[in-house]
């Protein structure tokens, strides 16, 4: 039952166009890609971060909004203080020059403070509905492509996002227009009392340097031996068991900690670097096999050139 792995890394379409994407070593690359191929689909596993990974930074000429982003939780009083929130916090998420200690304690303040403020300002299931109806979210041209050949191959995708997981699920269930068995999403979760009203969050808080923290969750079951409910961020990935390659995608330095809990024989990484390009391009093709540039100036020219081919 092994198949070879078409999933194409992405190419750069006309070599006079913008170069969008990044190799920062291709000899390497080209190994593991031979090494992922060889072993086939049945050992493959992808890992994916969700916001401007899978969604799209820009979204109609405008900029696409994050799972927290788009969430109106019905009082513009804390709408108002979770933006302003974001204004102050995320220049510090994507400033290079704030050592990371430093920027995980600052990130750990912001994600307290807005989960926080969704409980206390009131939430409730509907909200999310009609939040995710509203929002400017939208996923990355060949994305939906990208489910279905994961799906027909029974590769695993775990979605693992610092954002709110009952977003993206929400999301998944707007914007695709079917369910995709073999998708897990590892993310905050919300729990809510019996009138659908937000009482708090399952599990430690995820935030985007802490993911490797979290990347052994995801092997952690729904249900303990007893059958009770296991506090945990994780979804019960028991599907990745075994599958010793894998793909991971991400936007983020951090996102590489994604993969941390899985004892890989090969990785290949891809990072969209959305902005600030100049600064994090050096880091970014070190720390990535390969680099997606996706700044709001090249945005509709290189989405085009992420499609796998
Ligand atoms: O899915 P992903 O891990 O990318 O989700 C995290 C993103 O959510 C961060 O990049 C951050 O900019 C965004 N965020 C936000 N508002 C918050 C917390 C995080 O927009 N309160
Ligand atoms: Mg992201």
Not at 25 to 38: G, Y
Not at 108 to 128: M, P, Q, R
Not at 145 to 169: R, T
Request: charged share 25%; aromatic share 6%; net charge negative.
């Amino acid at each position: 039952d092994q198949h070879a792995v078409n999933v194409e890394c992405p190419k750069v379409a006309n070599p006079n166009m913008s170069p969008n994407i990044v190799i920062g070593n291709p000899d390497e690359l080209a190994k593991k890609k031979a090494a992922i191929r060889a072993a086939g689909m049945s050992s493959l596993q992808v890992i994916a971060d969700f916001d401007m990974t899978l969604t799209k930074y820009m979204v109609e000429g405008r900029r696409g909004q994050s799972t927290h982003a788009l969430l109106s939780q019905g009082s513009s009083d804390y709408d108002r203080k979770r933006q302003e929130l974001f204004d102050l916090y995320y220049p510090m998420e994507i400033s290079p020059l704030i050592p990371v200690d430093e920027k995980t304690e600052l990130m750990e303040t912001w994600w307290g403070k807005s989960h926080a403020l969704l409980v206390e300002g009131g939430l409730n299931i509907e909200n999310i509905r009609n939040s995710v109806e509203r929002g400017t979210v939208g996923f990355r041209e060949g994305i939906t492509e990208f489910f279905e050949i994961l799906d027909g191959e029974n590769v695993p995708l775990l979605i693992f996002s610092a954002g709110l997981a009952d977003i993206i699920e929400e999301i998944l269930r707007q914007k695709l227009h079917r369910v995709f068995p073999n998708i897990r999403v590892v993310s905050n979760r919300m729990n809510f009392d019996k009138d659908g009203n937000l009482i708090g969050f399952v599990g430690k808080t995820i935030h985007v340097l802490n993911k490797n923290e979290h990347a052994l969750e995801m092997a952690a079951p729904l249900h303990d031996e007893e059958g009770h409910a296991v506090a945990s961020n994780g979804n019960g990935a028991s599907i990745v068991k075994g599958r010793k390659n894998v793909l991971l995608l991400g936007d983020h330095i951090g996102d590489l900690g994604m993969s941390d809990g899985v004892a890989y024989d090969n990785r290949i990484s891809v990072g969209f670097l959305n902005e600030n390009v100049e600064n994090w391009l050096d880091t970014y093709s070190k720390a990535f096999d390969i680099v997606v540039l996706v700044s709001s100036a090249v945005s509709s020219k290189s989405q085009s050139l992420i499609k796998t081919s």
